[in-house]
Every structure is written in C-alpha cells, then in structure tokens.
C-alpha cells in the first residue's frame, strides 16, 4: 500500500495529501467490483467453479486474496508497542461497547425497521452485523492513518470475542430478543469450530507472518533496513490483495446481485444506515474520550467493519448459497466497500479541523 505522508506547515486538502494511487483507490475499486459482477454474470459456471475451490467451507481464492491484502499492513506494525495499546483501557472499553453492545443491536434494530416483511433478507443482515471486523477493516485503518498497532489489538480481540460469542449472540438476537418483543423466531448453527477456523485462515495466519517478518527481518538487517527497504517492497501487494479478493468475492455471486436489482436496493439502505451510525458514532466517542486522531480512526473503522467473509459462510453453511440470507451477506460488501472508501476521506478532512497539532506535524508511523 503507497504511503500517506503530512508535511509540516499550514494544511493542504485531502487530495493533496494524497498519492496518486491512494487518490486513484475508489476508481480501481470500482473496476473491480463491476469486473467481479460482469464475470459472474457473464461466465457460465464461474461462481460455482471458485466455490468449488476451497477445503471444507473455506473458499481458497478468497482466502488467498485475504492474505495477501492482509500480510503487508501487518508486517508494517511495530509489535513492541502493542503492550502500550492493550494497556489503554478507554480504547479497548470503547472498542468492546462498540463492537459487541452497540453494532449488533443497531443492525437488529435497522433489518427489523426496514426488512420486517423480508425474513430472509433481515436475517442475513442480523448476522452480518454479529460477525465483527477482522481483515479488511485493516486496510481502511492504514489508508486513513490509524493506529495500526491499535488496530491489531482490537482485530485480535474481536477474534477472541467471535470464537467465544458470536453463537450465543446469533442465538440471542434470531431467537430470544425477538421472542420477548412478540416478533417472529429462527436459528442458526453457530459452529464454533467453523468461526475459529475462519478466524485462525483469515487473521491468524497474515498475523503470524507479519510478526516474524518484523522480528526476523530487524535481527538480520536492523529496523532502517526493515522499515525503507523491505516494507517499500512488499507494501503494494496490499492493494493487489485487496482487487483480486473483490474481484473473486463479486464473481461468486455477481448472477444473484445483477439478477436481483430491486432486493439488493432493499438490503443497502439498512446497511448504508449502519455504516453511517457506527462509524460517527465511533469517531464521535473517540473525540469525546480525546483519544487522538489515530486512535479515534481506528475505533471508527473497527467499529463500521465487518466480518463478511464469516456472515458468508455461516449464511450458505445454515441457509444455502441460494438463499436469501446468503445474498444479504453478499450485498454487505457491495455497500461496505465503497462506504468506507469515502469514509477513508471523510477521516482525512476532518483530522485537520478536529486535530489540527496531529495534521500540522509528520506522522511517523506509517
């Protein structure tokens, strides 16, 4: 991923700031979104051909888009300044009201108030908004000049949190709530041995080889070396991770999305809702509690992301891949992706009229 530099002095627009290929980012995108679309749309066989390719659930195509898109970013984290961050209880409280009290009742509340006569598509939102962030939120952080080793803690610990919570919380939100408000039932199976496999592919692994990348590559060559001479290298595979995996998500269900114009329009308003909310919420609270510009970016985005990858697999897995819940999942990622594209600028506008010390300065991190 091209690097984001602020020099010092009066500040410039957020375009300025910008690389040319940072600036370029919602374009190709775009393309590869409607590349996807256009692919499942217009080759016979090639969604079920790339479903076809994976090992127990797992799609292998998607799996290799997620590692590569995630390994550069974590191999970027400075892993002896994580103590410092899980040390700072107002971001991991904020982070764990947000992710787990707050995020899940907004997209219940949001799929019953506007999918109250669509059962399957208010289910599968319900789920998208169980499965919390652990991969591509990442690159929204890094682009928008979070906190990365913030964003690592709090990506971990939603994974920890998802192996343990997330079928009790799909139980309680599909089943309990609804039951106490006089409002229609159902299930789920929340395989927990699928959640922890899902998390151990998607963040476990780019995790692990980010760390020994660091550690490894600092013991043989010195940081300067790791930091402009490695890290340079490897950096644009984020973004070629991040194209070939919405390429390959879109293609799998690209029929479904263009065939379905209308339902998909009716599952993007409460999403687009969500998004809205989360992310100034958490933005909002991280003003409120004066965690710095990239901290309070990073609870922001931790907070809107989610785990679409997970919501996926557990709708096909429990309802079919023709289901309707399994296109409620689909569509998360169609809105998701762009949402928060923007949302990268919206951060970076606003940090010099909130943040003006931490947007007149050079930000060392990255």
Known sequence: MSQLR???????????????????????????????????????????????????GISLPIALGLLVMMYPVLAKVRYDRLGGVAADRKLMACSLVLNWLVGPAVMFTLAWL??????????????????????????????????????????????????AWFAVLSWFYLSVLPGW???????????????AKSVL????????????SRRLGERAKGRDWYETRFLPR???????????????????????ITSRPWDVARIAIPLLGYFAIMWAGGYALGVLLKLGYARTTTVAFTAAGNNFELAIAVAIATYGATSGQALA????????????????????????????????SPWSSN
């Open 6 to 56: 602020i020099s010092a002095g009066a500040p410039q627009p957020v375009s300025g700031r910008l690389s040319t290929l940072d600036r370029m980012l919602p374009v190709f995108i775009g393309a590869a979104m409607v590349a996807g679309l256009l692919l499942g749309r217009l080759v016979p066989g090639i969604g079920s051909t790339l479903s076809a390719i994976g090992v127990d």
């Open 329 to 360: 999942g689909v569509v998360g990622p169609l809105i998701e992706v762009p949402v928060l594209v923007a949302l990268v600028y919206v951060s970076l506008a606003l940090r010099p009229r909130l943040f003006p010390k931490t947007a007149e």
């Open 114 to 163: 506007f999918l109250a006569d669509l059962p399957e598509y208010r289910t599968g939102l319900i789920i998208v908004g169980l499965a919390r962030c652990i991969a591509m939120v990442i690159i929204w952080n890094d682009l928008a000049c979070g906190d990365r080793e913030a964003a690592a803690v709090l990506v971990a610990l939603n994974s920890v949190f998802q192996v």
């Open 181 to 195: 408000l006089g409002l229609p039932q159902t299930g789920i199976d929340g395989r927990p041995g699928q959640i």
């Open 234 to 256: 490897v950096g644009p595979w984020a973004l070629y991770g991040l194209l070939f995996t919405i390429v390959v998500l879109f293609a799998l269900q690209g029929h479904q």
């Open 201 to 212: 592919i998607f963040l476990g692994i780019p995790l692990l080889a980010g760390y020994l």
